[in-house]
């Protein structure tokens, strides 16, 4: 079945970078473009950006562009999303999710928890 | 960009009741790239309606959509105890890709 599963809980300072991963299974990886959706507490969804794992193409949200960046291995079908400078805003569940056509998101990773705190 | 916008904030129910939620879109968006879910604390959102108006696999067929144009709904027939959660309207846009969440509707029990 299909699995996607994320990397642990993360606490970081301001101005600093987290790294977070995305493993999956159960399916081709190469063949679904791949999501990060986060949720501060409390709050809605935001859409971050998405990655194509065939060829490593990335669109991001206007307002992430320049801090956040999203890679893959292909070799281990996992995803990557990187964010820098973060700040207390920052602190939220990063989801990842693949998306299903057309642009839904049926398959969702368990979230990791960033916290961004001095 | 296209801002979603969904009404109520907070929708107090009965189990049994029937539950009615507005999405309202920025400008006109296709009704193919109109989507609900739903979330419950602790959880990831689960996908209940795809191109407005169509079912994803396994959800109850108390859950309806509907909507062109820039106004969509979510329809809950009779509320059963599970699905007192928060609802989330979601347009996909295409060039450039971009995704958009509603801010949702909080159902809960009155």
């Known amino acids: 079945q299909v699995q996607l599963v994320q990397s642990g809980a993360e606490v970081k300072k301001p101005g600093a970078s987290v790294k977070l991963s995305c493993r999956t299974s159960g399916f081709n990886f190469a063949n679904y473009y791949m999501h990060w959706v986060r949720q501060a507490p409390g709050q809605g969804l935001e859409w971050l950006g998405l990655l194509n794992p065939s060829n490593g193409n990335t669109w991001f949200a206007q307002r992430f562009q320049g801090r956040v960046t999203m890679t893959s291995d292909t070799s281990t079908s996992t995803l990557y999303m990187e964010l820098s400078g973060l700040r207390s805003e920052d602190t939220a569940v990063y989801y990842c999710?693949?998306?299903?056509?057309?642009?839904?998101?049926?398959?969702w990773g368990q979230g990791s928890l960033v916290t961004v705190s001095s | 960009e296209i801002v979603l916008t969904q009404s109520p904030g907070t929708l107090s129910l009965s189990p049994g009741d029937r539950a009615t939620l507005s999405c309202r879109a920025s400008?006109?968006?296709?009704?193919?790239?109109l989507a609900w879910y739903q979330q419950k604390p602790g959880q990831a959102p689960r996908l209940l309606i795809q191109?407005?108006?169509s079912r994803a696999t396994g959800i109850p067929d108390r859950f309806s959509g509907s909507g062109s144009g820039t106004d969509f709904t979510l329809t809950i027939s009779r509320l059963e105890p599970e699905d007192f959660a928060v609802y989330y309207c979601q347009h996909y846009g295409s060039s450039p890709p971009f995704y958009t969440f509603g801010p949702g509707t909080k159902v809960d029990i009155k």
């Open positions: 999710a693949r998306m299903e056509r057309p642009g839904t998101f049926v398959h």
């Open positions: 400008q006109s968006i296709s009704s193919s790239y």
């Open positions: 191109a407005a108006s």
